[in-house]
């Protein structure tokens, strides 16, 4: 059995990958190392008076960077 890069896939094909490979336990690990090391960014809290309209733009945000 030859070895597999997870190094070289995208997080889209790791995640992928292991949806198609849910024996595989490396493929897990490293799917879940990458996810514990992203950062998170807090658009806003709760008591925000513009939380509607800062979710709406992160929604826009994440569309538009979808896109293109």
């Not at 024996?23 to 992203?38: F, M, N, P």
Request: net charge negative.
């Amino acid at each position: 059995m030859s070895q597999i890069d997870y190094t070289a896939m995208s997080d889209q094909e790791l995640k992928e990958y292991f949806i198609k490979h849910r024996e595989d336990k490396v493929a897990l690990q490293a799917y879940l190392e990458r996810r514990r090391g992203r950062r998170l960014e807090v658009i806003t809290t709760i008591d925000d008076p513009e939380f509607d309209s800062k979710i709406q733009a992160a929604i826009r945000q994440q569309i538009s960077d979808k896109q293109g």
